[in-house]
């Protein structure tokens, strides 16, 4: 297995549709950065998210989720995390991953070194759709999420071969997503 080079990375984007819209270069300008790197591909936040509040005094449970634990949000600019919170987002890019990839997400630095921890999770072979982001704010302070700038890093690792059975043929749950999804069982 190895780790996909921006060259790579480059010909499956344009070639296959691996991500779209694809950015070929880093983008900054004053901005959390996105884009094709080295090895990898810096996704962005869009402008929707999901926050965590607990009015209701509820009981997160993954098998019996309800959106009543969460306030929709909608900037182009940013959202605001409150303290030892989370929100959900999701990536303005389009991912649909080769048959003989798989892809991990994580956090970029400039977040993290601010307390905001963006979950580590794969992405599997074959699997077409949007990415749903996880923010965790550790910090006792307020917290802001940039719309439409980096949040994230996808590393993509090429298989021996291509599996089996992918994401795709088991048909996952979350195959063709578009937006903030929430957890399904």
Excluded: W
Excluded at 102 to 116: E, F, H, L, P, Q
């Amino acid at each position: 297995m190895s780790v996909l080079s921006d060259k790579s990375i480059r010909k499956l984007a344009i070639e296959e549709l691996m991500i779209s819209p694809f950015v070929d270069k880093q983008v900054r300008n004053g901005k959390i950065s996105y884009g094709l790197s080295s090895f990898g591909y810096d996704a962005r936040v869009a402008d929707e998210f999901k926050i965590f509040h607990n009015v209701n005094s509820s009981i997160v449970d993954p098998k019996k989720f309800t959106s009543d634990n969460f306030v929709t949000k909608k900037s182009s600019e940013y959202i605001i995390i409150p303290p030892n919170s989370f929100a959900l987002g999701t990536t303005v890019e389009v991912f649909k991953i080769p048959r003989d990839i798989m892809c991990i997400v994580v956090g970029k630095s400039t977040y993290a070194r601010t307390g905001i921890i963006v979950n580590v999770t794969p992405i599997e072979s074959e699997f077409f759709g949007t990415v749903t982001l996880e923010f965790s704010n550790t910090t006792p302070l307020p917290a802001k999420i940039y719309a439409n700038e980096g949040v994230a890093q996808f590393l993509f690792l090429k298989g021996d071969q291509a599996p089996e059975t992918s994401y795709a043929d088991r048909k996952g749950k979350y195959m063709g997503q578009t937006g903030v999804t929430l957890p399904k069982v």
